[in-house]
């Protein structure tokens, strides 16, 4: 079969987290959609409402020239970016959980501004096919790409390097099995023809600075991802994707708030940009840590 990009199988690092937590919430979070509109459907959580907005405002430095980058406060800009998530867009019920929210941005985008480190340095955008979104193909043979949109890459022009960093704004610690760096250098490494130097994670709620990560040589992780990849593509042919605790009935903890949109049990906010419809929990707020956004 020869690879074609329009029915090629896309994955990111976050659809393959997804299936290998759970392959109900794979199904639910990236194929299936409400028979009614048509649209797939995304929950709302605080921790995702902060993530969306903090990482808005760091990427956006990354087209402004260095020396301007820091002219105006990011606390400025935060506040636009959160009117998107404010009240109920944003999974906020009650005021006070907002603001605690909010407040928590500020102190982030705070530390940067104090800290600021590899984001006054020279930083490079990829973009394939004049898409903002990086891509390869991670198997032409099994018409599957591989794509993902990268947080920051520092330039080095000395080297003629890059350094890969990708903003936390959960509490908690990326495992260190996770795939997500890995598969950022490998899109750096197949998207254009600077040396990736190193890769690391900034967890702006602790820490002054990115802490680095030790990656699996560049062939070692092409064929663990790759692994997996045809694991999901076969899933898909079969139409099969089981939650590994569904005898429990509402599903795992990865794909039962998903269950519950099914089941009318959660609220409707509104359609976004993307054609998704988004939901909300209907009377509890949750802080789900684990859910920092990846873009």
Same mark, same amino acid.
């Given at each position: 079969?020869?690879?074609?990009?329009?029915?090629?199988?896309?994955?990111?690092?976050?659809?393959?987290?997804?299936?290998?937590?759970?392959?109900?919430?794979?199904?639910?979070?990236?194929?299936?959609?409400?028979?009614?509109?048509?649209?797939?459907?995304?929950?709302?959580?605080?921790?995702?409402?902060?993530?969306?907005?903090?990482?808005?405002?760091?990427?956006?430095?990354?087209?402004?020239?260095?020396?301007?980058?820091?002219?105006?406060?990011?606390?400025?800009?935060?506040?636009?970016?959160?009117?998107?998530?404010?009240?109920?867009?944003?999974?906020?019920?009650?005021?006070?959980?907002?603001?605690?929210?909010?407040?928590?941005?500020?102190?982030?985008?705070?530390?940067?501004?104090?800290?600021?480190?590899?984001?006054?340095?020279?930083?490079?955008?990829?973009?394939?096919?004049? #898409?903002? +979104?990086?891509? !390869?193909?991670?198997? %032409? /043979?099994?018409?599957?790409?591989? &794509?993902?949109?990268?947080?920051?890459? =520092?330039?080095?022009?000395?080297?003629?390097?890059?350094?890969?960093?990708?903003?936390?704004?959960?509490?908690?610690?990326?495992?260190?099995?996770?795939?997500?760096?890995?598969?950022?250098?490998?899109?750096?490494?197949?998207?254009?023809?600077?040396?990736?130097?190193?890769?690391?994670?900034?967890?702006?709620?602790?820490?002054?600075?990115?802490?680095?990560?030790?990656?699996?040589?560049?062939?070692?992780?092409?064929?663990?991802?790759?692994?997996?990849?045809?694991?999901?593509?076969?899933? #898909?042919? +079969?139409?099969? !994707?089981?939650?590994? %605790? /569904?005898?429990?009935?509402?599903? &795992?903890?990865?794909?039962?708030?998903? =269950?519950?949109?099914?089941?009318?049990?959660?609220?409707?906010?509104?359609?976004?940009?993307?054609?998704?419809?988004?939901?909300?929990?209907?009377?509890?707020?949750?802080?789900?840590?684990?859910?920092?956004?990846?873009?």
């Amino acid at each position: 079969m020869a690879a074609d990009k329009y029915t090629a199988l896309w994955l990111s690092h976050s659809s393959i987290s997804d299936f290998l937590k759970c392959p109900r919430a794979y199904y639910l979070k990236n194929i299936y959609k409400d028979p009614k509109t048509g649209h797939k459907i995304q929950l709302m959580t605080p921790p995702l409402a902060l993530g969306q907005a903090v990482h808005e405002v760091i990427e956006s430095l990354s087209i402004i020239p260095t020396e301007n980058r820091f002219n105006e406060s990011l606390l400025i800009k935060f506040n636009t970016a959160w009117d998107k998530v404010s009240g109920k867009r944003g999974g906020f019920l009650q005021e006070d959980t907002e603001h605690k929210y909010k407040q928590r941005g500020e102190i982030m985008l705070k530390r940067v501004m104090d800290n600021p480190g590899p984001l006054k340095n020279l930083a490079i955008k990829i973009k394939v096919d004049n #898409r903002d +979104l990086p891509y !390869f193909w991670l198997s %032409e /043979e099994d018409n599957i790409i591989l &794509c993902g949109k990268l947080d920051w890459i =520092e330039y080095f022009p000395d080297t003629d390097s890059i350094h890969i960093i990708d903003f936390k704004t959960s509490k908690s610690v990326e495992d260190p099995e996770s795939l997500q760096l890995p598969i950022y250098s490998l899109l750096a490494h197949k998207c254009q023809n600077r040396k990736v130097d190193g890769a690391s994670y900034w967890y702006l709620e602790e820490n002054d600075a990115p802490t680095p990560k030790t990656l699996p040589g560049q062939e070692e992780a092409e064929a663990q991802i790759l692994k997996i990849a045809r694991k999901v593509k076969l899933a #898909r042919q +079969l139409e099969s !994707f089981k939650c590994p %605790e /569904e005898e429990k009935g509402d599903g &795992c903890m990865y794909c039962k708030s998903f =269950e519950a949109i099914l089941r009318g049990e959660l609220n409707f906010v509104y359609t976004d940009s993307n054609n998704r419809d988004v939901y909300i929990y209907p009377e509890k707020e949750v802080t789900l840590e684990n859910e920092s956004i990846i873009l």
